[in-house]
């Protein structure tokens, strides 16, 4: 499997952190991490970034990568977190960083696009932007708590929703126990 995956600039960066070194390693990951996600790393965590042989960086800046072609076959992609900014981008089609435009890519090649929204509370200009890519076939999935996974700690809870993502990309794990 061939996967994007944006992190941007919205609060809880260091669960996209935690969602790229959890990911098995048979899977190729093309990862691309905005400016303001960079500075949201330094407030919210160390900035510690996973070096798994699987994961190639790119800067967002770097419109000419691969991951910018629709030539360039991908599977899936994911923004996580997704700031408002950059769903607002993806709602209307604006494509002037890597992540913008490989969503917009994604988008036309009809793959599968998964975002997670990070805001709260939301305006009705977030749920329109929500409700208008939901309507295009875009998964969206934002950080949500759930408690009926026997979830003991803030790192459980965090398993259950990177669990969730994964589902949603359509990866096998054991992040969390499943209702049964
Ligand atoms: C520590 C920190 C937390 C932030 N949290 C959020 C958030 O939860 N949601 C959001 O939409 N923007 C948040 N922002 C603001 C975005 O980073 C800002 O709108 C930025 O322009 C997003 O750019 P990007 O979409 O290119 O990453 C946060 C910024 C910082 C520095």
Redesign the pocket.
Known sequence: MKLIVGI?????VGLGIKFLEKLPLDIEVYCVI????K??LK??QNGAMPNNSNILFYDDSSIGACIASGSFQTDAMIIL?C????LAKCSVGIAD?LITRAFSVMLKEKRKVVLAP??MPFNTIHLENMTKLSNLGVVISPPMLGYYSDQQTLEDMERFIIGKWFDALGISHDLYKRWS
Do not use: I, L, Y
Not at 8 to 12: D, F, I, L, P, V
Not at 83 to 86: A, H, L, P, Q, R
């Open positions: 941007t600039g919205a609060s809880g905005s400016n303001s996600a500075v949201a407030f919210e977190p700031s408002m900014n950059t960083s990070r805001e």
